[in-house]
């Protein structure tokens, strides 16, 4: 799966270079540090994965890292990771070569300057299980469409069908919430939108969204966004649980 939408790229000179740069500072950290830590990033359905991780050697462009079990599950399905490292000038974009869940060790390469995007540093933005039914409202009347993903100031619509749609479109979002307050309530939203990205050169197309919502439906979507979170988290300690079991028996 293609990750790119989640940062931009800061080449300093070139990548081949910057990879040498960024291997010779985590080097002399390690140097000087022998239990050195950097924190990993993931987002798993939207949800920031981050713990601490040790970097235990540096072979060529190949770092090796001893991890927490709950990153390792992610890692191991995405293949990628973020790296905050306070001796470097950005953020790194990791590819994973290697990730054991059961020895909770990892091995990346291909290293790079990013930032990720603020959208995802300052909203945590969701992704929904099951997607749910959306209706956009256009001058040119409705487009049906998915709820995919979801954030306190914004919202991602899966379209399958052609629309023509521009970027800073002012148009209207209608979908449903299932399950707020215990799984005893739906709740409707219809809200006024603004179209920010298109992403998708052949269908399906992801639209995404800025909302601003009143008191109500902020609390709304606060009680509802919380509730996913805690659904995502038990899902990564289901899945760390099994593997961590499998290994003790």
Known sequence: MDYSYLYSTRINE????????????????????PKYF??????????????????????????ELDIFPQQAVVMAEQHCTF??????????????????????????????????????????????????????????????????????????VKVDQPCELEVDTELTLTFMLHGILHHNLDYNVKIEARLVGIEGDALPRYYRFIISPDKVLDRFLAQYLFMRQIEIIREIRDVTEIYINESTS
Do not use: W
């Open 14 to 33: 070139t990548f081949d270079e910057d990879q040498a740069d960024i291997i010779h500072i985590l080097k002399r950290e390690l140097q000087k540090q």
């Open 38 to 63: 950097v924190q990993l990033i993931n987002y798993y359905k939207g949800l920031p994965v981050s713990y601490p991780a040790q970097l235990v050697e540096i072979e060529r462009d190949i770092i």
């Open 83 to 156: 790296i905050r490292c306070k001796a470097l000038r950005h953020d790194l974009f990791a590819n994973v070569q290697y990730v054991n869940i059961r020895r909770r060790a990892a091995s990346l390469r291909k290293l790079c300057y990013v930032e990720i995007m603020a959208e995802r540093r300052n909203y945590i933005r969701l992704e929904l299980d099951p997607y749910q039914t959306a209706l956009i409202k256009t001058p040119d009347g409705y487009v049906r469409g998915q709820l995919s993903e979801l954030a306190i100031n914004g919202a991602c």
